[in-house]
């Protein structure tokens, strides 16, 4: 069975946005009316039911919507939304269809768009509203706002999505063709948990069991017998096994993408990430798609973005094995989601005012190392300078006994570096960005030497840096491979190397090769041919402190936060058959491999 404690980690995220860095707040204090269990019905009749929480004062107030399939009810939603109501604000949290209270069949992402549509409008209606809806909430509570923007609807006035996805295939279900296995299979199970319930309740009646005897007999539920195993899925979680059976971005994951629609998006945002969040490119990709692709003037210029340490891998001074200090907690709770809708809504100059008086930069990030909150002018910092650090070896990078090098320097003529992938042996996930069962797979930074002891990682690392030096940015890794099978995966990890040996790991990648040309259409090896491929490592903020060690990690395998190639060519999701695959690295002057950083330059830094 699912951990509860898990679980409820993974809720706190939905209400979560960080707290105000000091900006000038409205000064309001009201005191609360709740109003659980209120109905409304969607375009199609089915009734959906909200918990209100608004000032007990006339006149009218901006609306902030949450809606979740996590329980509307919880401590998560409740405490957030008692404390936003104090501030001037109607809260409004809504269980999505086929979720705990609300009528309707479950299915994810498939309603929210024409049902957060129906929301808004009938939020924005309500006797003590003034007609604007602001949204809030992370993970899905985010993917509801990001579907109910792309809708459109007239009374939506913002909204601040919290650690969630830009694409539901790439970013959330898939990885660069990888299946995100362990976040796929817990995200599941979470989920069919209240689909049981429901099951369960809409077959309980006394009266069908009160004629049994003896009465020792007595059926306590009346279904002859609940799905077990994987007949359980396909009845409780079908859509698991519609995630497997769409391996590329086809029509079924384009139907509710949201890259597809950033021009359909005409409100200013705040999005809110975190590193070692499991949907950070997310977060980034919709910043910067709706800046650049936005509906309106109004949403091109309103994108917000607020990255801090953590997200789905948790939030506070120490994530992982890593303490962060003081500086991680500026941002807490959910008095940023106040800051954003009292300077969008009530005209308040606090640190999301872009102009005027105190005005602030648009990009705020937590920077690693130097453990630190810096303001940007945008993402990507402009100042970042992409620099290239080559991958040398004498032939033998593998472990961390290897020869394997990084540096500034292109190579010349250097032998290839080889490893024997064996998919009944995968290189193991230590932390990263997982999600949702800390108690059984603990996320974030962790020290990452267990898995650099093995031949079948590839390390290469640069010398000790002499001076700090600041990576902030997009990272990627050009590799020049071939291997023995006709499918393979390669995966990239950025580690910073303490002077003690403690190896932490940034961010990771892996690129499932059939899918190196196209997330649309896959495309098989030539066993032994050469072939140029980029592994998206997604992006970091790091100071590299004096004396550390810059360190790249190259394998095919990181599981079981992904599922593992099996590299014969076949379906992933249908079959159980593998073969071990020699994978190979070129890096010389014809195939110079490369990990690409983006550097900010500060006074007196050196390149290693």
Not at 294 to 319: D, K, T, W
Request: hydrophobic letters at 35%; charged letters at 20%.
């Amino acid at each position: 069975m699912f951990q509860r404690k898990s679980l409820h980690v993974m809720l706190m995220i939905c209400a979560v946005a960080l707290s105000t860095p000091g900006g000038v707040r409205a000064q309001q204090n009201y005191a609360v009316v709740t109003q659980d269990g209120v109905s409304m019905k969607t375009r199609d009749g089915v009734k959906l039911y909200a918990d209100i929480y608004r000032p007990k004062a006339d006149g009218k107030f901006p609306v902030i919507l949450m809606r979740t399939p996590y329980d509307k009810s919880t401590g998560w939603a409740v405490g957030p939304a008692y404390e936003m109501a104090t501030h001037g604000y109607v809260v409004i949290v809504q269980d999505v269809r086929g979720r705990y209270t609300s009528e309707g069949e479950w299915y994810p992402f498939r309603h929210e768009s024409e049902d957060g549509y129906d929301t808004i409008e009938w939020a924005a209606a309500l006797p003590f509203s003034n007609g604007k809806v602001g949204m809030t909430g992370g993970s899905y509570v985010g993917a509801t706002q990001m579907l109910s923007a792309i809708a459109h609807p007239p009374h939506l006035a913002g909204i601040c999505p919290v650690v969630t996805a830009s694409n539901y295939h790439d970013g959330w279900t898939y990885q660069s063709g990888a299946l995100e296995q362990w976040f796929d299979q817990n995200w599941a199970t979470q989920l069919a948990t209240n689909t049981m319930w429901r099951l369960i309740a809409k077959n309980t009646n006394a009266l069908v069991g009160a004629p049994v005897l003896p009465l020792t007999h007595y059926p306590a539920f009346n279904y002859a017998a609940l799905p077990a195993g994987a007949d359980a899925t396909a009845q409780i979680a079908p859509y698991y096994l519609d995630w497997l059976a769409h391996p590329s971005y086809d029509e079924y994951w384009k139907q509710w993408s949201i890259e597809e629609h950033f021009s359909d998006i005409r409100v200013p945002a705040l999005h809110i990430g975190g590193w070692y969040d499991i949907f950070l490119t997310g977060t980034l990709r919709n910043y910067m798609g709706i800046k650049a692709h936005g509906g309106s003037e109004e949403a091109r210029n309103g994108q917000r973005l607020l990255i801090q340490i953590g997200g789905h891998a948790g939030f506070g001074r120490r994530i992982g094995d890593v303490e962060f200090g003081d500086e991680a907690l500026k941002f807490s709770s959910t008095q940023v989601v106040l800051d954003w809708y009292d300077y969008l809504f009530k005209g308040v100059q606090n640190e999301f005012a872009t102009e005027g008086a105190g005005a602030g930069k648009p990009v705020h990030i937590f920077v690693m190392g130097a453990n630190k909150y810096e303001e940007e002018s945008d993402w990507p910092p402009p100042q970042a300078k992409t620099t290239r650090y080559f991958l040398h070896s004498g032939g033998s990078a593998n472990s961390l006994g290897g020869d394997g090098g990084l540096s500034t320097t292109p190579p010349k003529k250097e032998m290839p570096d080889k490893f024997t992938y064996d998919p009944a042996n995968p290189v193991t996930t230590i932390g990263g960005s997982l999600c949702c069962d800390a108690v059984h797979y603990e996320p974030g930074p962790r020290d990452q030497r267990a898995d650099e002891n093995r031949n079948d990682v590839l390390v290469y690392s640069t010398k000790p840096v002499g001076e700090d030096m600041e990576v902030t940015g997009p990272v990627t890794l050009e590799l020049w491979v071939k291997s023995s099978a006709v499918d393979s995966d390669f995966t990239a990890k950025l580690v910073d190397v303490s002077p003690d040996g403690f190896a932490m790991n940034l961010t990771d990648g892996i690129l499932r090769i059939r899918y190196r040309d196209s997330q649309e259409k896959p495309t098989l090896m030539n066993p032994g041919q050469v072939y140029k491929i980029s592994v998206d490592l997604w992006a970091t903020s790091n100071v590299f402190k004096k004396g550390h060690v810059l360190r790249l990690e190259v394998s095919s395998s990181n599981f079981p936060r992904f599922d593992r190639n099996l590299n014969t060519g076949a379906e992933q999701a249908t079959s159980r058959d593998f073969i071990s695959a020699t994978n190979t690295i070129l890096h010389d002057a014809e195939h110079p491999s490369a990990l690409l950083l983006p550097v900010i330059a500060s006074g007196g830094a050196t390149t290693p």
